[in-house]
């Protein structure tokens, strides 16, 4: 859409109160699963919706973030470093329009902003003006990184990541305050794409037990 994700979450938690208030039967039960920036805006959505006091945020159970770039992509991060060389002199400055007209959406994608106080000032090289609101503290949140390369530990591999999103930032390390996700809840493949992540079989079995249907049944 090219709108700001914080912009894209406030639009879907307005679609899941919809969602919710029509629903045949009252909602016990809500998951999210976004890839790349999807994960970015069911966060943002999360958010807005504590704040808002939304009825469906207590049955929020798990978010599930294929190759979300919690900490950013490098290649918005080369873009910007270009955009802001160039305008720094009246010579270079007409080549900076064109990556300037990029959307909201791909510059929050520089450091993975997911509400309006989180856009990166764009006079200011390479500033994370995160201010990283909280996760839900009783939702799951799950993670899935990929590398290109078959080792992990391979120096191409955590230079490129995936293509576009690297390990750290995919698995959330390295946050500036205590919102963290848990390393036992992801998992990392290898030779896989940025795309790839969506038809990887191992992905899918993890999908499959992250989001299994809850047993009413047992006790506790």
Known sequence: SGLRVSENGRRLAGLVDRLVEVWPVPVESLSFVGHSMGGLVARSACHVGEGAGAGWVPAVRAV?????????????????????????????????????????????????????????HPERLLHDGRTHPPLLSHVSYYWVAASLSPNPDHPWGRLLGDGLVRYASASGRGWKQDVVLHPDNGVHVTGVSHLGILNHPDVDERLQTWLAPLDRSAPG
């Open 64 to 120: 599930v973030m294929l190759g979300t770039p919690h900490h950013g992509a490098p290649l918005e991060k080369a873009v910007h470093v270009v955009d802001w060389l160039l305008r720094r002199t009246p010579e270079t400055e007409p080549f900076s329009r064109p990556l300037a007209s990029r959307s909201a959406g791909i510059a929050d994608l520089r450091y993975g902003a997911v509400i309006d106080e989180d856009l990166s």
